[in-house]
């Protein structure tokens, strides 16, 4: 699959994961994985889920604007860069945001967040 092409499907995967069911995401995070979430830094799957389980809303969603990614390092990472909207449930209007994945191949074929940083895009 071409990089373009499997960082869209990343990047569906897991908006649309973490707008249905937050704790779903755990699967792509490892122990060695870490958020960093408006400069907070968080390690491990289990911390990650639930830094992401307790944010303040309910209900959201993420409508992405841009993705970009590039190859990285000799074992086919990937790094992808995503930036777009996100709809707080009884908010009126939308946040900008930007988020980077750093994708890992597992032996599986498959492939997992080694880094991941978000930051709200204030104007």
């Not at 908006?15 to 907070?40: I, P, W």
């Not at 993420?62 to 790094?79: A, R, Y």
Request: charged letters at 10%.
């Amino acid at each position: 699959m071409d990089p373009d092409a499997l960082a869209k499907a990343f990047v569906e995967h897991y908006y649309s994961t973490f707008d249905a069911n937050r704790g779903g995401l755990a699967s792509l995070y490892q122990d060695g994985s870490m958020l960093s979430f408006e400069g907070q830094k968080i390690q491990g799957s289990q911390n990650i889920v639930a830094k992401l389980t307790s944010l303040p809303f309910q209900q959201c969603q993420h409508s992405i604007t841009t993705v970009d990614c590039q190859p990285s390092g000799v074992n086919g990472g990937m790094l992808v860069f995503v930036s777009g909207n996100l709809q707080l449930a009884g908010e009126q209007h939308a946040l900008k945001f930007s988020q980077m994945f750093h994708l890992i191949p597992t032996p599986q074929g498959s492939y997992y967040v080694l880094n991941d940083i978000f930051r709200l895009n204030y104007a």
